[in-house]
T-cell receptor, first 114, second 114 residues
Framework: AQSVTQPDIHITVSEGASLELRCNYSYGATPYLFWYVQSPGQGLQLLLKYFSGDTLVQGIKGFEAEFKRSQSSFNLRKPSVHWSDAAEYFCAVGAGGATNKLIFGTGTLLAVQP | EAGVTQSPTHLIKTRGQQATLRCSPISGHTSVYWYQQALGLGLQFLLWYDEGEERNRGNFPPRFSGRQFPNYSSELNVNALELEDSALYLC?????????????FGEGSRLTVL
């Protein structure tokens, strides 16, 4: 069965520091992979997505993610974190075909220290 | 262009009552998804509707049901409410489901069961 694991429930970084959020997935075929961000009291906004091609994907707000098939990972990175990046981040895998849904990880809550 | 809209924003019910949540997708989107976001559990897939038909449902009891109307708006009904149904219910829409790309999320309806 498809699944997504985000091993870090909560991460705190200093403003200006680099960030990496981990995501591992389990999926039999080539996955569609997504990172979403949820600010307090808001819905989810798409940061970036991977369908095929270049394994390094650029997204909005300066985020990028790298698809590594051998490690079943799709980690999210940002070289310099801003205070406004404090939010909850969700990794998701798209299960196509008849199921056609997104399966989400449990999320990583990011806190940014001044 | 209007995004996905959900109503009500907040809803308070008591155990045993019924709750109805509503969702209007982005104009032109035919697929509507419902997710439950309970504290600490991430997003759990509830239902997927497309072209007025229920296409898939997650691992939830039958007291969770819904429908999609001819204008593609959707309604989620939760009968015989239990305390653990307290959660943020997120609706998302897409043109054709996850294969076509991202899901666009509303800001959610927060259901509190007392």
């Amino acid at each position: 069965a498809q699944s997504v694991t985000q091993p870090d429930i909560h991460i705190t970084v200093s403003e200006g520091a680099s960030l990496e959020l981990r995501c591992n997935y389990s999926y039999g075929a080539t996955p569609y992979l997504f990172w979403y961000v949820q600010s307090p009291g808001q819905g989810l906004q798409l940061l970036l997505k991977y369908f095929s091609g270049d394994t390094l994907v650029q997204g909005i707000k300066g985020f990028e993610a790298e698809f590594k098939r051998s490690q079943s990972s799709f980690n999210l990175r940002k070289p310099s974190v801003h205070w406004s990046d404090a939010a909850e981040y969700f990794c998701a895998v798209g299960a196509g075909g008849a199921t056609n849904k997104l399966i989400f990880g449990t999320g990583t809550l990011l806190a940014v220290q001044p | 262009e209007a995004g996905v809209t959900q109503s009500p924003t907040h809803l308070i019910k008591t155990r045993g009552q019924q709750a109805t949540l509503r969702c209007s997708p982005i104009s032109g989107h035919t697929s509507v998804y419902w997710y439950q976001q309970a504290l600490g559990l991430g997003l759990q897939f509830l239902l997927w509707y497309d072209e007025g038909e229920e296409r898939n449902r997650g691992n939830f009891p039958p007291r969770f049901s819904g429908r999609q109307f001819p204008n593609y708006s959707s309604e989620l009904n939760v009968n015989a409410l239990e305390l653990e149904d307290s959660a943020l219910y997120l609706c998302a829409s897409s043109p054709q489901g996850v294969i076509s790309g991202e899901l666009f999320f509303g800001e959610g309806s927060r259901l509190t069961v007392l």
